[in-house]
Every structure is written in structure tokens, then in C-alpha cells.
């Protein structure tokens, strides 16, 4: 099955503790992704990867840092966390290139819901 | 700064009837306008894309509706079902990037 998958699911942690939010796609997608979601601000993107190797920052970059490695891997790592990171955090992929002129969908994972004390 | 966004954050709709579910965007330069549903616990999940040079786009039970001239995205839902309770969400893309950026979200519950 086609998906892209997360973990943990959930996490509860304290300030200062590193983290890491694991991110897998196994549909050789290029392009990943990572958003959080907040109440009545939608999804907003963290950072993003065109493809191995190439990472680049989002909307809201700060506090986070990522690596792409590996095509089907994208974690997110939380060095310091902080209580604004309380969050909802989405991993993404996205086919890049193909036919000119037609939307490629984007697929999104599960959800890891943090809290972070 | 230019965002996409939702004109209501909640609606309620009697099962059966259709829902409309609105949108405002204000980045003309945007090539791609995308209807999201995301049920609760789980990830954003696609239901429609429009092209920009277009004004209308229909699937199963979904119509989407483009309006370039006032900026004004709509998702109609026809004969709405107790699985079509979800937050809603515009997105727009441009064909040069990847980036996705999303509204804040409708959130439709169906009565019974």
C-alpha cells in the first residue's frame, strides 16, 4: 500500500529534551515535507526536501532542523523543544516533474501529535 | 502577505441536503487550487485539484468552482453523508513549486 508513514504517533515530552520525528514514503517521491497544524492557522510548512540531500526552510523554520539522507526518509528533529512546539506535525510527499501542467497530489502521513512540557 | 483562506470555520449541514464550503485566495499568480479532507485522527487526504484556467471541475459527489475575477475558491458537496464530516481545507500551488499553501480549514458537521 502506497502511504507514508510516521512515528511516534504521539509524544509527550519536556522542554530541552531532543527529539526526533521519523517520516518514511514508499513511493520513491522526490519531494517531502513537514507541516504543523494549529487551531485556526491551518498547515503551515516546516521544511522541506526537493530530493536527497537538498533540504530547504519552510514557513516556520525555526526550532526545527531536518536531513534527507535517504529518498524514503525525512525526520524532524526538535534540538531544544520548546512549549510553542506543542503542535500537530504532518510528514508529506509529492511526485516532482512528470506531465507538464498536471497536479502532482500530495500525500500526507498519519499525524504525530506533541506536547512538549 | 498573500495567503489562502476559508470564509467560515464551521458549518453545519442536514444529511442529505448539499454542502458549499468557500475559500479566498489572494495570490493571482497561483496555477493549481486543491480541496483537502482531513477526518479526525488522521492526515490531510486529497479530494480535488482545478487548474487556474479553469471554472469548474467535477468528481464523485464533489463540484469545485473557480471565480479568478473576485479570488473565490468552492467545494460543493452533493448529498451529504455522516462520512463527509471532516475539516476542509484550500490549498493553492503554483506549477514552479511545490510548496503547498494551505487555509485555515472548514470544519462541516453532518446531522442526522
Known amino acids: 500500500e502506497a502511504q507514508v508513514t510516521q512515528n511516534p504517533r504521539y509524544l509527550i515530552t519536556v522542554t530541552g529534551k531532543k527529539l526526533t520525528v521519523t517520516c518514511s514514503q514508499n513511493?520513491?517521491?522526490?519531494?517531502m515535507s513537514w507541516y504543523r497544524q494549529d487551531p485556526g492557522l491551518g498547515l503551515r510548512q516546516i521544511y522541506y526536501?526537493?530530493?536527497?540531500?537538498?533540504?530547504d526552510k519552510g514557513d516556520v523554520p525555526e526550532g526545527y532542523k531536518v536531513s534527507r539522507k535517504e529518498k524514503r526518509n525525512f525526520p524532524l528533529i526538535l534540538e531544544s523543544p520548546s512549549p510553542n512546539q506543542t503542535s500537530l506535525y504532518f510528514c508529506?510527499?509529492?511526485?516532482?516533474?512528470?506531465?507538464?501542467?498536471?497536479?502532482?497530489?500530495?500525500?500526507f502521513g498519519p499525524g504525530t501529535r506533541l506536547t512538549v512540557l | 502577505g498573500e495567503s489562502v483562506g476559508l470564509h467560515l470555520p464551521t458549518l453545519s449541514v442536514q444529511e442529505g441536503d448539499n454542502s458549499i464550503i468557500n475559500c479566498a485566495y489572494s495570490?493571482?499568480?497561483?496555477?493549481?487550487f486543491i480541496w483537502y479532507k482531513q477526518e479526525s485522527g488522521k492526515g490531510p487526504q486529497f479530494i480535488i485539484d482545478?487548474?487556474?484556467?479553469?471554472d469548474k471541475r467535477q468528481g464523485q459527489r464533489v463540484t469545485v468552482l473557480l471565480n479568478k475575477t473576485v479570488k473565490h475558491l468552492s467545494l460543493q458537496i452533493a448529498a451529504t453523508q455522516p462520512g463527509d464530516s471532516a475539516v476542509y481545507f484550500c490549498?493553492?500551488?503554483?506549477?514552479?513549486?511545490?510548496?503547498?499553501?494551505f487555509g485555515a480549514g472548514t470544519t462541516v458537521t453532518v446531522r442526522a
Open positions: 508529506a510527499s509529492r511526485r516532482a516533474g512528470g506531465i507538464p501542467f498536471q497536479y502532482n497530489e500530495q500525500f
Open positions: 490549498a493553492e500551488n503554483k506549477s514552479n513549486d511545490y510548496k503547498l499553501s
Open positions: 482545478i487548474r487556474s484556467n479553469m
Open positions: 513511493m520513491n517521491h522526490e519531494y
Open positions: 526536501s526537493m530530493n536527497v540531500e537538498v533540504t
Open positions: 495570490n493571482s499568480a497561483s496555477d493549481y
